[in-house]
T-cell receptor
Framework: SAVISQKPSRDICQRGTSLTIQCQVD?????MFWYRQQPGQSLTLIAT?????????ESGFVIDKFPISRPNLTFSTLTVSNMSPEDSSIYLC????????????FGPGTRLLVL | GENVEQHPSTLSVQEGDSAVIKCTYS??????FPWYKQELGKRPQLIID?????GEKKDQRIAVTLNKTAKHFSLHITETQPEDSAVYFC????????????FGQGTTLQVKP
């Protein structure tokens, strides 16, 4: 599997501000995803990051709040906009090597605390 | 859409005993079922997976079984060790080329020395 990294690894932010999280894979991958994991909870898919086009968002997540970019096959960003304390969570990116139904590999996550 | 239910939410076993975690899924068209282990403060790590054309798969002390008719699959860990203590998540693929996975709620496994 490819090496996947995220930055920042953690951050503390003030409400009303925005934070952009970067996800980098060391080789080209087919699909990239963004998840949110609240403390003690499961993984909730935010969106699929599509290369060269708008992301595909899951129910309950909107582009204005979570804009996503994927300029190429190795990199994606997730912005958490106009943050509130409810956005405090771990944000994880993942990738699949092949299209269709297969394994996802996760980045180390970004721990976000909003005050 | 796909829904995945996972049980139990917590499981405590003695070192050396076996542990079994069960998941059910709703979409009969799902074809891929991975299991992830997440240690405290770490990322989820894929530990084993199974496709719908296979009924069982083993990797050393870990095995996964799939019953497509009943739409359930299980993780079996034998000879548990303290380092098996973690949160385990099952997942099911959504059919088609979306690549998406739907995760179960997670099981916290504690292996007591």
């Amino acid at each position: 599997s490819a090496v996947i990294s995220q930055k920042p690894s953690r951050d503390i932010c003030q409400r009303g501000t925005s934070l952009t999280i970067q996800c980098q894979v060391d080789s080209q991958v087919t699909m990239m995803f963004w998840y949110r994991q609240q403390p003690g909870q499961s993984l909730t898919l935010i969106a699929t990051a599509n290369q060269g086009s708008e992301a595909t968002y899951e129910s309950g997540f909107v582009i204005d709040k979570f804009p996503i970019s994927r300029p190429n096959l190795t990199f994606s960003t997730l912005t958490v906009s106009n943050m509130s304390p409810e956005d405090s969570s771990i944000y994880l990116c993942s990738y699949t090597l092949h299209g269709g139904e297969g394994a996802q590999y996760f980045g180390p996550g970004t721990r976000l605390l909003v005050l | 859409g796909e829904n995945v239910e996972q049980h139990p939410s917590t499981l405590s076993v003695q070192e050396g005993d076996s542990a079994v975690i069960k998941c059910t899924y709703s979409d009969s068209a799902s074809n891929y079922f991975p299991w992830y282990k997440q240690e405290l403060g770490k990322r989820p790590q894929l530990i084993i997976d199974i496709r719908s054309n296979v009924g069982e798969k083993k990797d050393q002390r870990i095995a996964v079984t799939l019953n497509k008719t009943a739409k359930h699959f299980s993780l079996h860990i034998t000879e548990t060790q303290p380092e098996d203590s973690a949160v385990y998540f099952c997942a099911a693929s959504t059919p088609g080329n979306t690549g998406k996975l739907i995760f179960g709620q997670g099981t916290t496994l504690q292996v007591k020395p």
